[in-house]
């Protein structure tokens, strides 16, 4: 066995209902260093992080090779398993995702997060999404496909109950297509948490702000990964435009 593919079967190992997967995002190979003694067992980019370190916004809009070098800078200084947000897998088409995967594990990750929406924030056609999931997922080998699904992020006037049953749809469908995990950011209510997770076989991924509630409150509900997203580097940032006010 690789120590890639030992990686892989390592991360898979830790997403645990009830005992969650803590993951603090990195953005570069420096912040990815810093975390290198911590007890943190695996590491995450966040698209918004490592965009913003780069110079650019959110959504794709980093150049997807330059995307690729700073991931395989992260993957060369740890030794812990790396996982990359590939946001909507730079490509229009199933073959173009699976591409970008295939340079993804060549740069050392050992899993990715691949999400639902489009360009303009609405969501993609289910079908459409697990064509690219498939592809992915067929790119990716044992590594671990955590599907993210954007139906929190819509303003639809749907009630959290609404869009915990289209999340539950999605969530099926993505699991036949080959997803390995459910990722659902903006999903924030406990309840609706607990309840996600009796109702999907897939471990469930949420996100928490660097002040959100104590992760035992999230353990509770059966989450498998908790996530912090652009959260980290927020905070650096916020911290080093502080220091020149002292």
């Excluded at 009830?18 to 995002?25: K, Q, R, W």
């Excluded at 991931?71 to 740890?78: E, F, G, H, K």
Aim: hydrophobic share 45%; with cysteine; charged share 25%.
């Amino acid at each position: 066995m690789s120590d890639q593919a030992a990686r892989m079967k390592a991360f898979r190992a830790l997403h645990i209902s009830g005992d969650p997967l803590v993951l603090m995002n990195v953005w570069d190979a420096g912040s990815a260093k810093a975390l290198a003694d911590t007890h943190v067992p695996a590491l995450a980019t966040g698209s918004m992080s490592l965009a913003g370190a780069l110079g650019y916004e959110d959504g794709e809009q980093c150049p997807r090779d330059l995307v690729l070098q700073t991931l395989a800078l992260i993957c060369r200084v740890t030794d812990k398993p790396v996982t990359h947000d590939a946001e909507r897998g730079y490509g229009a088409t199933a073959a173009e995702v699976g591409d970008y995967v295939s340079a993804i594990v060549e740069a050392g990750a050992v899993g990715i997060n691949l999400e639902d929406s489009v360009a303009d924030g609405s969501l993609r056609d289910v079908d459409e999404q697990c064509a690219r999931i498939s592809a992915a997922k067929s790119a990716l080998g044992d590594g671990y496909l955590n599907a993210r699904t954007d139906v929190f992020f819509q303003d639809d006037g749907r009630s959290v109950s609404e869009k915990l049953d289209a999340v539950i749809e999605r969530a099926e469908a993505f699991q036949k297509a080959g997803a390995d995990g459910l990722f659902v950011p903006r999903l924030t209510d406990f309840g609706a948490m607990k309840e996600l997770c009796s109702r999907t076989d897939l471990p469930v991924n949420v996100m928490r702000q660097m002040d959100g509630p104590p992760i035992d409150e999230f353990a509770a509900t059966g989450v498998a990964r908790i996530s912090h997203g652009p959260f980290p580097w927020l905070q650096a940032m916020a911290d080093l435009k502080n220091a020149v006010a002292l």
